[in-house]
Protein backbone atom coordinates (compact mmCIF):
# COMPACT_ATOMS: atom_id res chain seq x y z
CA UNK A 1 0.00 0.00 0.00
CA UNK A 2 1.38 3.24 -0.64
CA UNK A 3 1.92 5.84 2.29
CA UNK A 4 -1.30 7.86 3.08
CA UNK A 5 -1.38 11.30 2.35
CA UNK A 6 -1.67 14.02 4.30
CA UNK A 7 -5.00 15.82 4.13
CA UNK A 8 -4.47 19.47 3.55
CA UNK A 9 -7.67 21.71 3.35
CA UNK A 10 -7.00 24.62 1.31
CA UNK A 11 -9.80 27.46 2.32
CA UNK A 12 -9.65 29.51 -1.19
CA UNK A 13 -9.54 29.08 -4.54
CA UNK A 14 -5.47 29.13 -5.20
CA UNK A 15 -4.19 29.45 -8.95
CA UNK A 16 -4.96 26.46 -11.12
CA UNK A 17 -1.01 25.03 -11.64
CA UNK A 18 -0.64 25.39 -7.66
CA UNK A 19 -4.11 22.92 -7.19
CA UNK A 20 -3.23 20.93 -9.46
CA UNK A 21 0.45 20.46 -8.12
CA UNK A 22 -0.80 20.43 -4.53
CA UNK A 23 -3.68 17.01 -5.86
CA UNK A 24 -0.70 15.08 -7.53
CA UNK A 25 1.22 15.32 -3.94
CA UNK A 26 -1.35 15.14 -1.23
CA UNK A 27 -4.89 13.99 -0.44
CA UNK A 28 -5.95 17.90 -1.19
CA UNK A 29 -9.43 19.25 -0.27
CA UNK A 30 -9.91 22.62 -2.31
CA UNK A 31 -12.28 25.50 -2.36
CA UNK A 32 -13.22 25.74 -6.02
CA UNK A 33 -15.90 28.04 -5.40
CA UNK A 34 -13.57 30.31 -3.25
CA UNK A 35 -16.39 31.62 -0.98
CA UNK A 36 -14.70 32.66 2.69
CA UNK A 37 -15.35 29.81 4.71
CA UNK A 38 -17.63 30.40 7.94
CA UNK A 39 -16.03 30.38 11.13
CA UNK A 40 -17.98 27.05 11.31
CA UNK A 41 -16.95 25.65 8.35
CA UNK A 42 -13.31 26.46 9.49
CA UNK A 43 -13.22 24.45 12.90
CA UNK A 44 -14.66 21.76 10.71
CA UNK A 45 -11.90 22.22 8.34
CA UNK A 46 -8.83 22.28 11.61
CA UNK A 47 -10.73 19.04 12.86
CA UNK A 48 -10.20 17.15 10.05
CA UNK A 49 -6.99 18.05 8.49
CA UNK A 50 -3.36 17.39 8.74
CA UNK A 51 -2.32 20.70 7.13
CA UNK A 52 -4.48 23.82 6.70
CA UNK A 53 -3.54 26.29 4.23
CA UNK A 54 -5.85 29.50 4.55
CA UNK A 55 -5.63 33.23 3.42
CA UNK A 56 -5.71 36.53 4.93
CA UNK A 57 -9.29 36.23 4.90
CA UNK A 58 -9.55 33.13 7.22
CA UNK A 59 -10.07 34.47 11.18
CA UNK A 60 -8.00 32.22 12.55
CA UNK A 61 -8.47 32.91 16.02
CA UNK A 62 -8.27 30.77 19.60
CA UNK A 63 -12.23 29.91 18.92
CA UNK A 64 -10.96 27.78 16.44
CA UNK A 65 -7.63 26.47 17.42
CA UNK A 66 -9.10 25.33 20.53
CA UNK A 67 -11.15 22.65 18.19
CA UNK A 68 -8.40 21.89 16.39
CA UNK A 69 -7.79 17.93 15.87
CA UNK A 70 -4.72 16.21 16.97
CA UNK A 71 -4.11 15.40 13.39
CA UNK A 72 -3.23 19.55 13.03
CA UNK A 73 0.24 19.75 13.01
CA UNK A 74 0.82 22.55 10.43
CA UNK A 75 -0.91 25.84 8.94
CA UNK A 76 1.21 27.14 6.06
CA UNK A 77 -0.21 30.26 5.39
CA UNK A 78 -0.76 31.55 1.62
CA UNK A 79 0.59 35.37 1.97
CA UNK A 80 3.48 36.77 4.35
CA UNK A 81 0.93 38.52 6.90
CA UNK A 82 0.46 36.02 9.96
CA UNK A 83 -2.41 38.72 11.76
CA UNK A 84 -5.49 36.94 10.83
CA UNK A 85 -3.79 33.64 13.19
CA UNK A 86 -3.81 33.50 16.90
CA UNK A 87 -0.04 32.75 17.01
CA UNK A 88 -0.07 32.39 20.92
CA UNK A 89 -2.77 29.36 21.10
CA UNK A 90 -0.72 27.99 17.70
CA UNK A 91 2.69 27.97 19.71
CA UNK A 92 0.84 26.38 22.72
CA UNK A 93 -1.14 23.72 21.03
CA UNK A 94 2.45 23.15 19.03
CA UNK A 95 1.19 24.18 15.97
CA UNK A 96 3.85 25.27 13.24
CA UNK A 97 2.91 27.90 11.42
CA UNK A 98 4.67 28.70 8.10
CA UNK A 99 4.15 31.85 5.46
CA UNK A 100 5.26 33.19 2.03
CA UNK A 101 8.21 35.87 2.27
CA UNK A 102 10.06 37.20 -0.11
CA UNK A 103 7.80 36.40 -3.32
CA UNK A 104 5.35 39.46 -3.04
CA UNK A 105 8.27 42.31 -2.51
CA UNK A 106 8.71 43.56 -5.61
CA UNK A 107 4.97 43.66 -6.97
CA UNK A 108 3.76 45.04 -3.64
CA UNK A 109 6.47 47.62 -3.69
CA UNK A 110 5.57 48.15 -7.28
CA UNK A 111 1.88 48.96 -5.74
CA UNK A 112 3.26 51.28 -3.17
CA UNK A 113 4.66 53.65 -5.68
CA UNK A 114 2.16 53.40 -8.00
CA UNK A 115 -0.20 54.89 -5.00
CA UNK A 116 1.85 57.16 -4.35
CA UNK A 117 1.92 58.37 -7.80
CA UNK A 118 -1.67 57.96 -7.93
CA UNK A 119 -2.27 60.15 -4.95
CA UNK A 120 -0.05 63.06 -5.66
CA UNK A 121 -0.72 63.08 -9.53
CA UNK A 122 -4.53 62.73 -9.15
CA UNK A 123 -4.49 59.83 -11.53
CA UNK A 124 -8.04 58.34 -10.96
CA UNK A 125 -9.71 61.48 -11.32
CA UNK A 126 -7.61 62.39 -14.66
CA UNK A 127 -8.77 58.82 -15.51
CA UNK A 128 -12.68 59.23 -15.35
CA UNK A 129 -12.30 62.70 -17.10
CA UNK A 130 -12.32 61.06 -20.68
CA UNK A 131 -15.12 58.20 -20.04
CA UNK A 132 -17.10 60.12 -18.71
CA UNK A 133 -17.29 63.07 -21.76
CA UNK A 134 -16.24 65.84 -19.09
CA UNK A 135 -12.93 66.96 -21.03
CA UNK A 136 -13.03 70.26 -22.38
CA UNK A 137 -9.63 70.08 -23.49
CA UNK A 138 -6.22 71.43 -21.89
CA UNK A 139 -5.96 74.14 -19.25
CA UNK A 140 -2.83 75.46 -17.78
CA UNK A 141 -4.54 75.27 -14.26
CA UNK A 142 -6.80 72.66 -14.17
CA UNK A 143 -5.93 68.85 -12.86
CA UNK A 144 -2.61 70.03 -10.96
CA UNK A 145 -0.88 67.62 -8.72
CA UNK A 146 2.38 67.72 -6.74
CA UNK A 147 5.62 66.82 -7.75
CA UNK A 148 7.05 64.06 -5.91
CA UNK A 149 10.91 64.47 -7.46
CA UNK A 150 12.43 66.44 -4.37
CA UNK A 151 10.09 65.43 -1.59
CA UNK A 152 11.28 63.90 1.36
CA UNK A 153 9.20 59.63 2.04
CA UNK A 154 9.46 58.10 5.23
CA UNK A 155 8.83 54.53 5.14
CA UNK A 156 7.64 53.11 8.55
CA UNK A 157 9.06 49.64 8.48
CA UNK A 158 12.22 48.74 6.69
CA UNK A 159 11.68 45.41 5.90
CA UNK A 160 11.93 43.74 2.82
CA UNK A 161 8.79 45.64 1.09
CA UNK A 162 10.22 49.29 2.61
CA UNK A 163 13.81 48.59 1.24
CA UNK A 164 12.67 47.68 -2.04
CA UNK A 165 9.81 50.95 -2.07
CA UNK A 166 13.46 52.35 -1.35
CA UNK A 167 14.83 51.73 -4.21
CA UNK A 168 11.61 52.81 -6.29
CA UNK A 169 11.38 56.13 -4.61
CA UNK A 170 15.33 56.83 -4.90
CA UNK A 171 14.94 56.40 -8.41
CA UNK A 172 12.06 58.65 -8.62
CA UNK A 173 13.88 61.15 -6.81
CA UNK A 174 12.63 61.41 -3.55
CA UNK A 175 15.25 61.08 -0.49
CA UNK A 176 14.62 58.29 1.54
CA UNK A 177 13.89 58.24 5.52
CA UNK A 178 12.73 55.61 7.66
CA UNK A 179 11.66 54.33 11.33
CA UNK A 180 12.34 50.80 12.13
CA UNK A 181 13.02 48.82 15.55
CA UNK A 182 16.99 48.53 14.47
CA UNK A 183 19.01 50.39 11.58
CA UNK A 184 19.36 48.62 8.49
CA UNK A 185 22.67 47.02 7.97
CA UNK A 186 25.09 50.47 7.35
CA UNK A 187 25.75 49.15 3.16
CA UNK A 188 22.12 49.12 2.49
CA UNK A 189 21.48 52.36 4.23
CA UNK A 190 24.58 54.01 2.57
CA UNK A 191 23.04 52.42 -1.15
CA UNK A 192 19.29 53.78 -0.38
CA UNK A 193 21.10 57.32 1.23
CA UNK A 194 18.88 56.61 3.65
CA UNK A 195 18.29 58.31 6.63
CA UNK A 196 17.11 56.76 10.06
CA UNK A 197 14.88 58.34 12.81
CA UNK A 198 14.44 56.48 15.73
CA UNK A 199 11.73 58.63 16.59
CA UNK A 200 8.47 57.86 14.64
CA UNK A 201 6.75 61.22 16.11
CA UNK A 202 10.16 63.30 15.01
CA UNK A 203 10.14 61.72 11.49
CA UNK A 204 6.16 61.52 11.16
CA UNK A 205 6.52 65.45 11.53
CA UNK A 206 9.07 66.21 8.72
CA UNK A 207 7.85 63.96 5.74
CA UNK A 208 6.31 64.97 2.52
CA UNK A 209 4.98 61.10 1.75
CA UNK A 210 4.43 58.62 4.74
CA UNK A 211 4.83 54.57 3.63
CA UNK A 212 3.51 52.24 6.01
CA UNK A 213 5.06 48.93 5.30
CA UNK A 214 5.55 47.07 8.86
CA UNK A 215 3.81 44.25 9.64
CA UNK A 216 0.57 44.01 11.83
CA UNK A 217 1.61 42.63 15.38
CA UNK A 218 0.06 43.55 18.96
CA UNK A 219 3.18 46.17 18.97
CA UNK A 220 1.91 47.82 15.58
CA UNK A 221 -2.25 48.36 16.24
CA UNK A 222 -2.74 51.69 15.69
CA UNK A 223 1.02 52.99 15.75
CA UNK A 224 -0.18 55.41 13.01
CA UNK A 225 -2.76 57.11 16.67
CA UNK A 226 -4.74 60.21 16.19
CA UNK A 227 -2.00 61.69 18.40
CA UNK A 228 0.90 60.84 15.66
CA UNK A 229 -1.11 61.49 12.47
CA UNK A 230 -1.56 64.67 14.06
CA UNK A 231 2.00 65.78 13.98
CA UNK A 232 2.40 64.93 9.81
CA UNK A 233 2.18 68.32 7.94
CA UNK A 234 -1.03 69.63 6.34
CA UNK A 235 0.10 69.04 2.86
CA UNK A 236 1.59 65.41 3.23
CA UNK A 237 -0.13 62.75 1.81
CA UNK A 238 0.33 58.60 3.71
CA UNK A 239 -0.17 55.66 1.84
CA UNK A 240 -0.88 51.73 3.56
CA UNK A 241 -0.09 48.73 1.56
CA UNK A 242 1.04 46.90 4.80
CA UNK A 243 -2.39 46.11 6.88
CA UNK A 244 -5.43 48.30 7.61
CA UNK A 245 -5.06 47.86 11.71
CA UNK A 246 -1.74 50.31 11.81
CA UNK A 247 -3.84 53.41 11.17
CA UNK A 248 -6.65 54.27 13.31
CA UNK A 249 -8.30 54.57 10.14
CA UNK A 250 -11.38 56.91 12.03
CA UNK A 251 -8.63 59.35 12.68
CA UNK A 252 -7.17 59.38 9.36
CA UNK A 253 -10.55 59.98 7.98
CA UNK A 254 -11.58 62.51 10.50
CA UNK A 255 -8.14 64.59 9.44
CA UNK A 256 -8.44 64.41 5.81
CA UNK A 257 -12.03 65.79 5.74
CA UNK A 258 -10.53 68.86 7.73
CA UNK A 259 -7.66 69.73 5.44
CA UNK A 260 -4.84 68.39 8.51
CA UNK A 261 -3.55 65.84 5.78
CA UNK A 262 -3.69 66.46 2.09
CA UNK A 263 -4.63 62.84 1.15
CA UNK A 264 -4.00 59.05 1.51
CA UNK A 265 -3.92 56.20 -0.58
CA UNK A 266 -5.04 52.69 0.75
CA UNK A 267 -4.71 49.55 -0.39
CA UNK A 268 -5.95 47.82 2.81
CA UNK A 269 -8.61 48.87 5.95
CA UNK A 270 -9.38 48.05 9.36
CA UNK A 271 -12.44 46.38 8.42
CA UNK A 272 -11.96 43.99 5.15
CA UNK A 273 -14.13 44.17 2.90
CA UNK A 274 -15.89 46.63 4.93
CA UNK A 275 -14.95 50.46 3.94
CA UNK A 276 -15.62 53.45 6.27
CA UNK A 277 -18.16 55.06 4.21
CA UNK A 278 -16.77 58.87 4.82
CA UNK A 279 -13.31 56.73 2.83
CA UNK A 280 -15.29 56.51 -0.20
CA UNK A 281 -16.77 59.34 0.08
CA UNK A 282 -13.07 61.53 0.23
CA UNK A 283 -12.59 58.81 -2.29
CA UNK A 284 -15.02 60.26 -4.39
CA UNK A 285 -13.49 63.67 -3.60
CA UNK A 286 -10.11 62.85 -5.07
CA UNK A 287 -8.88 63.65 -2.11
CA UNK A 288 -7.94 59.55 -1.39
CA UNK A 289 -7.05 56.50 -3.64
CA UNK A 290 -8.92 53.35 -2.28
CA UNK A 291 -8.00 49.49 -3.42
CA UNK A 292 -9.52 46.48 -2.61
CA UNK A 293 -5.83 44.85 -1.06
CA UNK A 294 -4.58 44.54 -4.69
CA UNK A 295 -0.61 44.81 -3.64
CA UNK A 296 0.97 41.35 -4.42
CA UNK A 297 -2.20 40.68 -6.99
CA UNK A 298 0.35 39.62 -9.86
CA UNK A 299 -0.08 36.12 -11.30
CA UNK A 300 3.38 35.30 -11.17
CA UNK A 301 3.21 36.46 -7.04
CA UNK A 302 0.36 34.37 -6.60
CA UNK A 303 2.11 31.36 -8.24
CA UNK A 304 5.05 31.95 -5.99
CA UNK A 305 3.02 32.16 -2.86
CA UNK A 306 1.49 28.78 -4.05
CA UNK A 307 4.56 26.86 -4.48
CA UNK A 308 6.55 28.53 -1.02
CA UNK A 309 2.68 26.62 0.69
CA UNK A 310 3.82 23.50 -1.17
CA UNK A 311 7.45 23.65 -0.70
CA UNK A 312 6.80 24.29 3.10
CA UNK A 313 3.91 21.31 3.16
CA UNK A 314 6.37 18.91 1.73
CA UNK A 315 9.49 19.42 3.64
CA UNK A 316 7.18 18.84 6.74
CA UNK A 317 5.46 15.94 5.28
CA UNK A 318 9.14 15.01 4.95
CA UNK A 319 10.34 15.16 8.39
CA UNK A 320 11.87 18.37 7.73
CA UNK A 321 11.78 22.09 9.30
CA UNK A 322 9.86 23.97 6.87
CA UNK A 323 11.96 26.96 5.74
CA UNK A 324 8.84 29.71 6.17
CA UNK A 325 8.23 29.42 9.82
CA UNK A 326 7.07 31.51 11.64
CA UNK A 327 6.22 29.12 14.48
CA UNK A 328 8.57 27.80 16.30
CA UNK A 329 10.23 30.85 15.81
CA UNK A 330 13.44 30.30 13.60
CA UNK A 331 15.16 33.40 16.30
C1 LIG B 1 -1.89 38.62 0.25
C2 LIG B 1 -0.85 40.14 1.99
O1 LIG B 1 -2.62 38.78 -0.88
O2 LIG B 1 0.73 38.40 2.04
C3 LIG B 1 0.16 39.28 2.64
O3 LIG B 1 0.41 39.52 3.84
O4 LIG B 1 -1.28 41.06 2.53
C4 LIG B 1 -1.38 39.96 0.64
O5 LIG B 1 -0.53 40.53 -0.29
C5 LIG B 1 -2.74 37.93 1.28
O6 LIG B 1 -2.23 37.99 2.54
C6 LIG B 1 -2.98 36.50 0.93
O7 LIG B 1 -3.37 35.76 2.04
Known sequence: ??????????????PDAIETRMMELFD?????????????????????ADVLVPTVTDRIDAGVLSQAGPRLKLIASFGTGVDHIDLKTARQRGIIITNTPGVLTEDTADMTMALILAVARRLPEGARVIPDGEWAGWSPTWMLGRRITGKRL?????GRIGQALARRAKAFGLSIHYHNRRHVPPKIEAELEATYWESLDQMLAR??????????????????????????????????????????????TKLIEAGAIAGAGLDVFEEEPAVNPRLVRLARQGKVVLLPHMGSATHEGRVAMGEKVIVNIRAFVDGHKPPDRVLPSML
Open 1 to 14: MPPQKPLVIVTRKL
Open 28 to 48: TRLNLADTPLSQAELIEAVKQ
Open 154 to 158: GIVGM
Open 207 to 252: MDIVSVNCPHTPATYHLLSARRLKLMKPDAILVNTARGEIIDEGAL
